[in-house]
């Protein structure tokens, strides 16, 4: 059984930096960040195969938004900066145990998710 806990979720003044961080319990073979804005659909941001290697970004936050991730602490990051407005949104950490493709286009296949933090860019 996957579990994640996501924290590090703020109000920040556009141009500033977050750093999200995932605990992530379980077997993974990809996980990621998802983040949803009010009235928009799921937006896939960034995501990692577990222990390392590829990592994908969504065309928005390439160059400002870095995924990474501590295996010795089970934890995965989501590093933010350059942030704008809007980037505000809900952010999610998301996984799957399951091999397959791990790339932004494919987040549906990320079918555990944690409750999300909240982002909010002021401008």
């Known amino acids: 059984q996957v579990q994640l806990v996501e924290s590090g979720g703020g109000s920040v003044q556009a141009g500033g930096s977050l750093r999200l961080s995932c605990a992530v319990s379980?077997?993974?073979?990809?996980m990621g960040w998802l983040r949803r804005a009010p009235g928009q659909g799921r937006e896939g941001v960034a995501v990692?195969?577990?222990?390392?290697?590829?990592?994908d970004y969504a065309d928005s936050v390439k160059g400002r938004f870095t995924i990474s991730q501590d295996n010795a602490k089970n934890t995965l990051y989501l590093q933010m900066n350059s942030l704008k407005p809007e980037d505000t949104a809900m952010y999610y950490c998301?996984?799957?145990?399951?091999?397959?493709?791990?790339?932004?286009?494919?987040?549906?296949?990320?079918?555990?998710w944690g409750r999300g933090t909240q982002v909010t860019v002021l401008s």
């Open positions: 990692t195969l577990t222990g390392g290697g590829t990592t």
């Open positions: 998301a996984a799957t145990p399951r091999v397959g493709v791990c790339d932004v286009a494919n987040t549906a296949r990320l079918t555990y």
């Open positions: 379980g077997y993974t073979h990809c």
